[in-house]
């Protein structure tokens, strides 16, 4: 189960960094620990994905 207000499009998928100075304006980022690109919208997927199968 996954929260309503779980911050999935502001933590990246690859290293778990969490941008919490994202706004929702914000469409993409760029992480800065692992440096690389995220969209938002299939970061969100992705990282939700994550959470239900474990």
Known sequence: M???F???SKICRVC???NCELKLKDREWK???CK???Y???NA???IKKI???
């Open 2 to 4: 996954i929260g309503k």
């Open 6 to 8: 779980e911050p999935s």
């Open 16 to 18: 778990g960094y969490h």
């Open 45 to 47: 997927a992705i990282n």
């Open 36 to 38: 690389t690109k995220r």
């Open 40 to 42: 938002r919208g299939i």
């Open 52 to 54: 239900l199968i474990h």
């Open 31 to 33: 992480c800065p620990d």
